[in-house]
């Protein structure tokens, strides 16, 4: 690669609210029981079908999610709503997503020893943005007061990873000077609370990475960017409908079938030896063997499908410092999973440790980059 670019800071925000499975499996039950007693007679008859009860077990066993953050928990454990209770904000007012979005763009901002005249574009990228335009990333980038560009992308699971890679790419063909990525993961408005399938398993948190030339760097702690990669292949097996078409079309905006729904164990099936496959490939293409990773920073959806991508990989088990967890805390965050991990898991590397970010998930898609600790400044 020309020339170097690197990671100098990263940002992570949390909101203050925590949901426990308990308490999510709770009111999951309670709505089933009432369903049930509501619709007694269409159940008997056949023409309904009984709502089952959620299980903590089965929760943790299945995904390794002990809990998740919420933006605004009003309303999600309310039987009588089943989602969350964001107050409407006017035109003239910064958006939720921006808010959370400079929570963490403050954070990296720090981190990399930057202020806002340091930064030249903008790149705000999660799995849904709260409206088409104007781009939340303007609206973030007017809040910073940052000169240049800004724009959004919509990537689902892999939008940190790519929006990193645009971002890498234009520092290094010199179109900005310093980049800060922006994933405002607000994953709650889209959880379908009423479906045991996937009642469980999003969190909302934000997270921000800012990228620069190496030669412009004075963090301390601050990763070269060795290596990039995209790769998406089409699949219908994770899915969110929601769009502008509803209006024309009739549908009912906030059906099922609109808000997320996935096949579970065709994911994990299909995923895993995409991503391994995919993360060897990645860092040979450096000139590495995987054996010189010192840290995967992974994407966070699911604990055994983590442990059976770094087994994969490795050929044996990846210790927790190989391969942190953050999913028990923070459940899945669409794209900001692996940011997170990266976020609390990279101070305690040395000078030339070598690391992996990679998402995989809905698309489906696979983003990595493959980084080395510099010294510090
Ligand atoms: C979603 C996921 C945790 C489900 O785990 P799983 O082991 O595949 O579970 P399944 O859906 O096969 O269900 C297993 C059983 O548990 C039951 N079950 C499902 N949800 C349940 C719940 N909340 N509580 C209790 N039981 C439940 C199912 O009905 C099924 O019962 P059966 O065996 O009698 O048919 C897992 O498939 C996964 O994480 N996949 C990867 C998803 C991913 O990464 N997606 C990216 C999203 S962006």
């Not at 020339?3 to 940002?11: E, F, H, L």
């Not at 971002?167 to 045991?196: F, K």
């Not at 063997?289 to 992974?298: A, N």
Request: net charge negative; aromatic share 8%.
């Amino acid at each position: 690669m020309s020339k170097p670019v690197v990671i100098s800071g990263a940002g992570l925000w949390k909101p203050d609210h925590v949901i426990t499975n308990a308490e999510l499996v709770a009111a999951y039950n309670a709505y089933a029981d009432r369903f049930n007693a509501e619709n007694e007679a269409a159940i008997a008859a056949g023409d309904a079908a009984l709502m089952e009860h959620s299980s903590e077990g089965f929760i943790e066993k299945a995904s390794g999610i002990k809990q998740r953050y919420a933006y605004v928990k009003d309303g999600i454990l309310d039987v009588n709503r089943m989602r969350p209770r964001i107050p409407h904000r006017d035109e003239d007012e910064l958006s939720h997503q921006a808010e959370i979005a400079l929570h963490a763009a403050r954070a990296a901002m720090s981190a990399a020893r930057k202020t806002p005249a340091d930064i030249d574009m903008v790149i705000v990228s999660c799995a849904y943005t709260e409206r088409s335009y104007p781009a939340i990333a303007i609206e973030v980038q007017h809040a910073l007061g940052i000169q240049g560009f800004a724009f959004d992308m919509l990537v689902a699971c892999s939008a940190a990873t790519f929006a990193l890679q645009r971002a890498h790419d234009a520092i290094a063909a010199g179109s900005a000077r310093c980049v800060m990525v922006v994933n405002p993961e607000l994953t709650s408005p889209q959880v379908n609370y009423r479906d045991r399938d996937g009642h469980f398993i999003f969190g909302d948190v934000s997270t921000a990475v800012v990228l620069e030339s190496a030669q412009t760097c004075t963090a301390v702690h601050a990763y070269e960017i060795l290596g990039t990669q995209a790769l998406t292949s089409y699949s219908n097996n994770i899915r969110s409908n929601f769009g502008y078409l509803a209006y024309a079309e009739d549908v009912d905006p906030f059906c099922a079938a609109n808000l997320f729904h996935q096949e579970g164990r065709r994911v994990f099936k299909e995923v895993c030896p995409m991503a391994a496959e995919h993360l060897k490939s990645q860092v040979e293409a450096v000139g590495l063997e995987v054996d010189d990773v010192k840290r995967w920073w992974l994407h966070q959806a699911n604990l055994s499908m983590n442990l059976l991508i770094s087994k994969r990989l490795l050929g044996r088990d990846a210790s927790p410092e190989e391969a942190p967890i953050v999913l028990d805390e923070y459940a899945n965050t669409a794209s900001a999973g692996s940011i997170i991990a990266f976020c609390l898991h990279h101070e305690d590397l040395a000078e030339g440790d070598l690391g992996v970010i990679c998402s995989f998930g809905a698309g489906y898609s696979i983003g990595s980059l493959v980084v080395r600790k510099r010294a510090a400044a």
